[in-house]
């Protein structure tokens, strides 16, 4: 198949059939023929994911500033942000959950940033650092990698359970931060089409 034809070529997000859309350009909303989902357009793509990346990079620097939640034990208050964790963790001789930790709640969501915004880079510029099918999968692997919204679940779940142990605990100012860098990072993947960008040269 050549690659004009293979571009009229969507898969459908939900059920991984591919539908021929090639002959239904004008149509604005295509749906999947076998489980009636919204497909994706071939010739759109926007400049979002890149700004909510940029947007996300200013919270992540915020996040670490700012403690996630805060404690006080005995009049001692005790705050911790999301390095800490990693760090008190590792201290701790938990070498593995650290490991964890780092890897899928920062350095995974940071490099499928890194991907996307290298990715415009790219495609404006034609500066290249990597083969295309090297980032694409690199891409999806980070993206699957990534668990901010796993993190900040098991921060309630231990929320709750310090409720009533120690005096007074809060979520902290970086416990909203991480909030809104989860809503940022989750925009940027679904406005992003890797796809897109490295087919439109
Ligand atoms: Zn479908």
Redesign the pocket.
């Known amino acids: 198949m050549k690659e004009k034809e293979l571009k009229n070529i969507v898969e459908?997000?939900?059920?991984?059939?591919f539908?021929d859309i090639s002959e239904k350009k004008e149509d604005n909303l295509l749906?999947?023929?076998?489980?009636?989902?919204k497909?994706p357009l071939t010739n759109s793509y926007s400049f979002d994911a890149l700004y909510y990346c940029i947007s996300a990079f200013f919270v992540f620097i915020l996040l670490n500033i700012y403690p996630l939640v805060s404690i006080s034990i005995v009049g001692k208050d005790l705050k911790t942000t999301l390095i800490d964790t990693v760090l008190i963790l590792y201290k701790e001789g938990f070498f593995f959950v650290s490991f964890v930790i780092l890897f899928t709640i920062i350095l995974s969501p940071l490099c499928s940033m890194f991907i996307i915004i290298y990715s415009f880079i790219h495609n404006h510029t034609r500066f290249e650092l990597f083969p295309n099918y090297y980032i694409y999968n690199l891409f999806h692997f980070f993206k699957n990698w990534s668990f901010i919204d796993v993190f900040i679940v098991s921060i309630i779940v231990t929320y709750i359970k310090l409720i009533g142990m120690v005096s007074t605990t809060k979520f902290d100012i970086g416990f909203y931060l991480i909030l809104f860098y989860l809503f940022l990072f989750y925009m940027a993947n679904r406005k992003f089409n890797i796809k897109k960008v490295f087919e439109e040269k």
């Open positions: 459908c997000e939900h059920c991984g059939l539908v749906k999947c023929p076998r489980c009636n989902t497909l």
